[in-house]
């Protein structure tokens, strides 16, 4: 990749579905660091296109894209707590295409969503969980001023032997 690499970030929309899509299993199928495993996520195209609608059309949520050349190479998604006592707070995932890895994109796609919240009234608290074996994230997420606020031990079972803590940070904006 070159060190000039030009990216433009931006709120997803519906004809985004196929390359979020597209991403989101390359990412589950490492096996790496996320819950889900390949033979357990099936969503659809169109499944893809409904929850990015849906995601927009709720003023506590949002999905950004970066994109290069016309084609997306990650995104981040905000998603929300419905119980009022819980809706000025929601989580965030993060998912970036394996080869532009390391070039900064996620910071960017993280400082948009962290904009994006810091100018949203409704949005008080962002969140996420993160294996604790991801240490290229957890750096990332404390940089940005996250900090850890629990773990959850040996909540994820890798195989018979091998389990990873859920570490639990937070930043109120």
């Known amino acids: 990749m070159s060190e000039t690499l030009s990216y433009k970030i931006r709120t997803a929309e519906g004809k985004d579905a196929e390359a ?10 490492e096996g790496e660091y996320f819950i889900a495993v390949s033979d357990e996520f099936n969503k ?12 927009l059309e ?22 929300s707590e419905k119980r009022k006592r819980m809706s000025h707070k929601g989580s965030f995932g993060l998912m970036i295409s394996d080869s532009y890895r390391g ?10 969503l962290l904009d994006w ?31 850890e606020e629990g773990r959850k031990i040996q909540e994820y079972k890798l195989n018979d032997h091998v389990y990873v803590d859920d570490i639990l940070m937070y930043k109120l904006v």
């Open 117 to 147: 919240a810091e100018a949203n009234p409704l949005i008080e608290k962002v969140s996420l969980g993160v294996f604790s074996t991801n240490h290229r994230a957890i750096s990332l997420y404390k940089r940005m001023g996250f900090v």
């Open 20 to 29: 979020v899509l597209a991403i989101q299993q390359a990412v589950i199928s």
């Open 58 to 79: 709720n003023d506590r949520e949002t999905i950004i894209v970066a994109e290069v050349k016309g084609e997306v190479i990650g995104w981040i998604v905000f998603q």
């Open 44 to 55: 659809t195209e169109q499944q893809q296109r409904e929850w990015i609608q849906g995601l």
């Open 103 to 112: 070039l900064g994109i996620g910071e960017k796609l993280l400082r948009a």
